[in-house]
DNA sequence: CTGGTCGATTGACAAATATCAATCAAGCGA
DNA sequence: TCGCTTGATTGATATTTGTCAATCGACCAG
């Protein structure tokens, strides 16, 4: 492993996150100063559920998956894409991961030691502010997914996520998928195949697929049909 | 409603939870005296989701289902048992509630204003690290549950279910219900009808229940066949 | 006691979803 | 280019779960 210091070229970067941007300038150094930059290769397993954490995770370029294993059934829980933390509550509270985490592609991960985070935490209130409110985002994005779980059918999941990412795209007509089929079904908690079917129904919404490329014909259509709503699909609200 | 002013004699309850038993007196006293106490009725709606948070909620006593709504459906979420706090995480970022919040018996509540909480959140460190650690708790019980919906059948629900509720009941072979079933099986992710047959099927490996009392005759039996697991049934962990 | 109400249970059936096996199609290295 | 591998798709089928209707049973008010 590499020793500690990230390169000062990804500095900008990492400060630019809403959980960084805020701090004085010394917390912040004193943090990147006991930082570790690596990169890895794809498919790569980062984390292990059960592990104690010892680093906070910022995802400078690439992406990883968040997974979790039970019983030898696997379930994809998020995505984390550039620039962006993960398991920072394992971190703050020193608990074990919850999940696992693995590079879908190859990517640039920089590790900031759990302990160093807590200490500018309690030495830099704004910094402590910032966790907090990164943590009530996080909790209720979770809380978001589990309302699309329990009350939505896997047609309706996957209808509301499409018009998510066509959000996300810009608003564009057509865009791409931003990851493998069976990934994407994993996360909206359905096999493979019902995804391949669910795409299938869409057809009568007007949801046209190709590969990765996803064209939505009628928009207001599809939205009648999966009743969007911003307390579940709202990222920020 | 009352007016702020809680009364003395509920401070040391509340004083007891992990958020509120660190801080500065003086802080905590700033936070109580803003506060207003209510004893609702049994199923009333404390709470609607949408609406903006102004205030965070301490149940003193009784009990609050939280429970959220789309398209004509309905899901039980979490349940809320004194002493505790509920919807953190909106109080902070302000932001609108995700769940409603019903009575399920009669039930004293504390109200305190969000404003109060942040100004005190910026003034008292300690009481900004309770926060973090309450936030990262309630984030890793979100992804527990998440991940019970995901990697388990309904069956397997309800043994893990049992055997929680059987560990919080001190290990106890007989234990009751804490809940309606219906509320149980919304809670689980399944219908009524469903829950029934499911506790059916668990009489296969010795559970017997009449009404709401549960028995379970051979422990090592159904754990071999419900296999829980610490990164999701332990709520400490 | 006696209806009446509400939740729990049961059975029959329907819908949703998973599983298994086969095939298809794109990408890639020899 | 040709196989080879991997993921996507499809069809057939099984399992799980939900729905609907009926009944049961506890509790409560009169």
Redesign the interface.
């Known amino acids: 492993m590499m020793r500690p210091g990230m390169p000062d070229s990804d500095y900008p970067d990492v400060r630019r996150l809403a959980l960084f941007s805020e701090m004085a300038d010394e917390h912040f150094n004193a943090l990147m100063r006991g930082a570790y930059v690596q990169n890895f290769p794809q498919h790569i397993e980062l984390i292990t559920?059960?592990e104690p954490s010892d680093f906070l995770h910022v995802i400078l370029s690439g992406a990883v998956d968040l997974f979790?294993?039970?019983?030898g059934?696997e379930?994809s829980?998020a995505t984390a894409r550039p620039v962006s933390t993960f398991i920072?509550?394992?971190s703050?509270?020193g608990?074990?991961y919850?999940?696992s985490a693995r590079t879908l592609e190859k990517s640039r991960i920089a590790l900031i030691p759990s302990q160093d985070v807590r200490a500018i935490?309690?030495a830099d209130?704004v910094f402590?502010?910032s966790?907090?409110?990164e943590?009530?985002?996080?909790?209720?994005s979770?809380?978001?997914?589990?309302?699309d779980?329990?009350?939505?059918t896997s047609l309706e999941r996957l209808a509301n996520y499409l018009l998510r990412q066509q959000s996300r795209a810009g608003g564009e007509t057509e865009f791409d998928l931003e990851f493998e089929k069976r990934r994407l079904a994993s996360y909206l908690?359905m096999t493979p195949e019902n995804l391949s079917r669910a795409f299938k129904g869409l057809q009568a919404y007007g949801v046209v697929v190709q590969g990765n490329r996803v064209t939505i014909t009628d928009q207001q259509d599809l939205e009648r049909f999966a009743?969007p709503?911003?307390?579940?699909d709202d990222p920020h609200?």
Chains 1, 2 share one sequence.
């Open positions: 559920e059960g979790s294993v039970w019983n059934r379930t829980m920072l509550a394992a703050i509270r608990a074990p919850l999940m935490f309690g209130n402590a502010r966790i907090v409110t943590l009530a985002h996080c909790y209720r979770v809380v978001k997914t589990q309302k779980l329990k009350l939505r908690g009743k709503n911003r307390l579940i609200s």
